[in-house]
């Protein structure tokens, strides 16, 4: 465990569905990540917030929109996906400007 | 802009052999970091290397970085099946990790 924790670990979603991603950290750290990691893929980072702030938001379409509640918490709100946006979406932590906890991850699936 | 490349992509070995993975930039790095992703789970911190020419290991895995800070490399001795995996070396810019390919390795028993 890094603890970093993700909830669901799997999401099967039709287009029109709205549901969110949860990632909490338990150590602590003063910023957050969301990444995208498509098959065959680099990494995609889509969100930074830090100190609750969002400080990145890497041209990441409006049908995914990130909230940071508190230092601890991270959410992916998404809504009208496409089935391209199937992918395993990770959170990290990490106290910058050191390295960074992986959450397990969230399997989404878009029908 | 900079970049940084990883080789190779892809590495098949025989359990008991060497491997070796490289990282090369087009600038100067500040600091790069490694992390290894097994198959079905998430990238884990190995390690970071910031001095240059300096050397690190971590018991079977060795990992220098260049006198230029332009490249990095792990060298993992006598492979084993848990080695498996996906080994990346995203280097910091702006305070973001930028993650390439990275090396898959795959270990025959």
């Known amino acids: 465990e890094t603890g970093v924790t993700q909830t669901p670990r799997h999401l099967v979603m039709g287009m029109t569905n709205k549901k969110s991603l949860k990632c909490e950290q338990h150590?602590?750290?003063?910023?957050m990540y969301w990444y995208k990691q498509s098959a065959k893929k680099p990494l995609e980072l889509m969100f930074v917030y830090s100190l609750e702030e969002r400080v990145e938001n890497n041209s990441v379409p409006s049908r995914f929109s990130p909230e940071c509640p508190n230092s601890s918490h991270l959410f992916l709100h998404l809504h009208t996906l496409q089935p391209e946006d199937s992918a395993l979406y990770l959170c990290a932590s990490s106290q910058e400007p050191n390295e960074q906890f992986f959450g397990p991850g969230t399997r989404l699936t878009v029908l | 802009g900079q970049q940084v490349m990883q080789i190779p992509q892809y590495q098949h070995v025989q359990e008991g052999e060497d491997f070796t993975t490289y990282c090369n930039s087009s600038t100067t790095l500040s600091n790069i970091q490694w992390y290894k992703q097994r198959p079905g789970g998430h990238p884990v911190f190995l390690i970071q290397l910031v001095k240059s020419g300096e050397v690190k290991k971590q018991k079977r895995l060795t990992f220098q970085f260049g006198e230029a800070k332009k490249n990095s490399s792990l060298h993992i001795t006598a492979t084993q099946t848990t080695d498996v995996g996906t080994y990346f070396c995203p280097y910091n810019q702006g305070g973001k990790l930028i993650f390439g390919q990275g090396t898959e390795l795959s270990v025959k028993p």
């Open positions: 150590l602590g750290h003063n910023a």
